[in-house]
């Protein structure tokens, strides 16, 4: 039987990707998943840390722990944000002192999920019954990758998704530079590292550029809409949402 599923949708997904979280729910919910939205949620506090400002995050964190106390599985379509609830919570719960708040992070943090180690690891789906019959090349996020671990498992999913040819992005393992505030702190070297991104997006001859991050994508997205690439972007979860038109 299939798990109940919080949803964790990020505040930046909420805000300007609604779609996603839309998709994730579709998706979900064609795979026999009960879905639930506490809407006590909020940002994660990955900002905060990001910008220094680690102790002004702690009621984030006592927020999402009491928000999600009692779901069965927290899935979330964003690596960072995920890496940002198992990587740093409980560094900054055990920062406190409050012993109550590190057992709290420390019940919670092992139930949060990222979306394809949901579907993969929990579900044990691979085709989870989409079609999309367009040329697709996947961009690895760097907290996907580097943090999670999440390795294959969005390839491994696209590789089942009924009618689309999955294309090789060049250089797919370099950072597309957006790295939340680095974008802003070091603009120069973010808007090179998006050059070469964008440029191996083209080199790709894909229609559809995908992600598990919508704020990788966002980056990404910005540059190739400059450029008139002609090349769209999407997330994971819209691609596997998908299957009007399947024969």
Not at 8 to 23: K, N, Q, S
Not at 145 to 156: A, I, N, S, T, Y
Not at 167 to 179: M, T
Not at 215 to 229: F, N, P, T, V
């Amino acid at each position: 039987m299939a798990p109940n599923v919080a949803l964790f949708v990020p505040c930046y997904v909420d805000t300007l990707f609604p779609e996603t979280g839309v998709a994730m729910v579709r998706l979900l919910e064609r795979l026999g998943v009960a879905v639930e939205f506490p809407s006590a949620q909020t940002c994660c506090g990955q900002m905060h840390v990001n910008t220094g400002y680690a102790r002004e995050a702690l009621p984030l964190v006592r927020r999402f722990v009491a928000a999600f106390a009692g779901a069965e599985q927290v899935v979330a379509p964003s690596a960072s944000c995920v890496a940002m609830v198992r990587d740093h919570y409980p560094r900054l719960a055990a920062q406190t002192g409050d012993a109550a708040l590190e057992r709290a992070v420390a019940d919670v943090v092992p139930r949060v999920r990222e979306l394809t180690e949901f579907l993969i690891d929990d579900l044990g789906r691979e085709d989870v019954g989409a079609y999309f019959p367009h040329a697709v090349a996947l961009h690895p996020t760097c907290h996907s990758v580097r943090m999670l671990h999440v390795g294959d498992r969005p390839r491994r999913l696209l590789q089942q998704v009924k009618g689309l040819r999955l294309h090789e992005l060049p250089r797919a393992d370099e950072c597309c530079g957006f790295g939340g505030t680095f974008a802003i702190k070091n603009a120069e070297t973010s808007a090179a590292m998006l050059a070469d991104k964008v440029a191996d997006a083209i080199g790709s001859r894909a229609e559809v550029l995908v992600a598990v991050d919508d704020s990788c994508l966002m980056h990404i997205g910005g540059g190739l809409a400059r450029q008139r690439a002609g090349i769209r972007t999407l997330h994971l979860a819209q691609v596997l949402a998908a299957s009007e038109g399947a024969p």
